[in-house]
């Protein structure tokens, strides 16, 4: 087993990130030809892929950071884990206001032309609150790049690290590491799992198998309708 640091680029911690900035910026693309479209014409099948693209995506960033709160800043115990911490909550605010928006929308049938005005609001308030998640992400993840993943790197056996992963991977939600490679070429992210993750081949030909499975079948029309050009 290799107990090297990989490169920054290839630490899950990094490949999540790059993850959760896709997603909110293709949400953010889509919120916006929704909110063109809806006092015209939008299909109702097109909302509810987006309330449900949402729920995932929302479920996402929060599960990112509840691995770092629960699992790797105790294990770590910088200082700069703190500032993190704090950082992380206007982020969760938005995250709840962008949860409660999509509820009321869920309830609304966008068929019944009175309720186009208010989905219109709705989706309007969402498309503020993405812009301004995706902002302060970014400036997020630029501070962890900058201040812990180096100080992680120098400080800290990987052997250790790899032990939280593992823990971090037996309680990970079954949509993990679909979503985590939903743009990445099939062999680059089975070369990821191999020398990586280091997870085994026969979890990846069996349990990932099935994960990666339902993923396609809850998610790949979604993925197709909402970003076709993606």
Not at 28 to 43: K, N
Not at 107 to 118: A, F, G, I, Q, Y
């Amino acid at each position: 087993m290799n107990l090297e640091w990989p490169h920054i680029t290839q630490l899950p911690w990094t490949y999540s990130q790059k993850a959760i900035i896709k997603d909110c910026t293709d949400s953010i693309r889509a919120c916006s030809l929704i909110i063109s479209s809806i006092l015209d014409t939008t299909d109702e099948k097109y909302i509810k892929h987006f309330i449900k693209w949402m729920k995932l995506v929302i479920d996402n960033i929060e599960q990112h950071y509840s691995i770092k709160h629960k699992y790797y800043f105790p294990k770590l115990k910088f200082t700069i884990c703190n500032e993190l911490l704090e950082d992380f909550k206007p982020i969760h605010d938005l995250l709840k206001k962008s949860k409660q928006h999509i509820k009321k929308i869920s309830k609304l049938k966008v068929t019944d032309e009175t309720n186009k005005e208010m989905i219109h609001t709705q989706l309007t308030y969402i498309h503020s609150d993405l812009q301004q998640i995706i902002l302060l992400v970014k400036k997020h993840f630029k501070k962890e790049k900058i201040t812990l993943l180096p100080k992680m790197i120098h400080e800290i056996k990987y052997a250790d690290i790899r032990k939280v992963d593992i823990k971090i991977g037996l309680r990970s939600k079954w949509y993990a590491l679909p979503h985590l490679y939903r743009d990445v070429p099939k062999k680059i992210y089975e070369d990821h799992m191999d020398n990586v993750l280091m997870i085994p081949t026969i979890t990846q030909k069996t349990t990932i198998a099935l994960h990666f499975k339902r993923y396609n079948y809850e998610y790949r029309d979604i993925i197709e309708n909402l970003f076709p050009d993606i």
